[in-house]
């Protein structure tokens, strides 16, 4: 029994070894947060000094460019559909959204906010017809429009959740809130007070709290009842106190990691079976056990980590134009 138990962690432990980082573009004087995977070919990024960016070779190569008219926007999150079709969020200053049909060639404006102290911080698409975007708090109240028939409407005050004191969003990835089922949405927030927020109710994260940079910065999906959740403090990226939790009921009960990941994580992405991959400042960080046990695998830091929606590939991004794939994984472990 336990030269079997031996065998199975040195296979374990080759396993996670075996997975790396490889940085694939730094050319981009930007730093982006905006991760979007089509499909194994298909990646598009999106950043400061409002700069987008494209490949269609699985990143090979990468078409850069600044959007006309938005030199200094800093877009935060995308969501791409095709080669062809995306959508970009521009935080602040007014907020904006902006759609392109045409690869990037040209862009429209499919919403602008003017209001003082409007800040949008993350997007999420069922598919091209619906989507949700979230936004810190205006009136004490988060801010949450929805896009239906390529119109974003947004909520009407009294149907927007209600915010304490110094509580807000990070949008640090675009994966503080996700689609769940029946166009029905879950987020998380951060700051002094750090919760979930689903079903039109507040639950209180295990998670480090209390001050500005503390609190739940990403959540990912398994299934309508099951969700991962990092963050921790992003002014103390080596720090795990706080920075993980794990639930199977919706919130109900939590669960911790023995080994959790090893520092501040503003991303985390759901992988299939029981796979997980987690990036921050100081690295990223991977469990195939639902968190039970994390294993760093790279030590360069990226904003955002995520996997193609129509394929196994996973792609990082982060300051600096960096932009980073998974490899040395295979494809029965990516899903």
């Known amino acids: 029994m336990i030269r079997i138990y031996f065998l199975f962690s040195v296979f374990f432990i080759t396993t996670i070894q075996a997975q790396q980082v490889k940085i694939i573009s730094a050319e981009a004087k930007s730093s982006f947060r905006g991760l979007s995977v089509v499909d194994d070919k298909t990646i598009w990024v999106s950043g400061s000094n409002g700069i987008v960016g494209k490949s269609t070779d699985g990143g090979n190569t990468w078409k850069y460019q600044t959007v006309k008219g938005y030199e200094k926007t800093d877009f935060r999150d995308i969501e791409a559909f095709d080669e062809k ?21 040209s862009w429209a404006i499919m919403f602008e906010d003017t209001t003082k102290g409007m800040f949008l911080d993350a997007m999420e698409f069922q598919n091209e017809k619906f989507g949700v975007v979230i936004g810190d708090p205006i009136e004490g109240k988060a801010f949450v429009a929805k896009l239906s028939d390529n119109v974003w409407k947004p909520n009407a005050i009294q149907r927007r959740p209600p915010l304490d004191s110094g509580e807000a969003f990070f949008a640090s990835s675009g994966t503080n809130i996700r689609i769940l089922d029946k166009n029905d949405y879950v987020a998380i927030s951060g700051g002094i007070h750090s919760n979930l927020l689903i079903d039109n109710k507040k639950i209180k994260l295990p998670m480090l709290q209390g001050r500005e940079s503390t609190g739940a910065n990403s959540i990912a999906v398994k299934d309508v009842n099951t969700f991962m959740i990092v963050g921790g403090d992003f002014m103390k990226k080596d720090s795990i106190e706080g920075n993980y939790c794990f639930t199977k009921d919706k919130g109900k009960t939590w669960k911790f990691s023995k080994q959790p990941p090893s520092g501040y994580r503003s991303c985390v992405e759901y992988l299939g079976k029981s796979n997980w991959i987690t990036c921050g400042l100081n690295g990223v960080d991977y469990t195939k056990d639902d968190g039970l046990h994390f294993n760093k695998i790279s030590d360069e830091g990226f904003h955002v980590c995520r996997k193609a929606k129509n394929g196994t590939e996973v792609f990082f991004a982060g300051g600096k134009g960096r932009i980073g794939k998974l490899v040395g994984l295979t494809a029965e472990n990516k899903r």
């Open 85 to 105: 079709t995306a959508i970009i969020m521009g935080i602040d200053s007014p907020a904006k959204i902006l759609k392109t049909i045409n690869g990037g060639d």
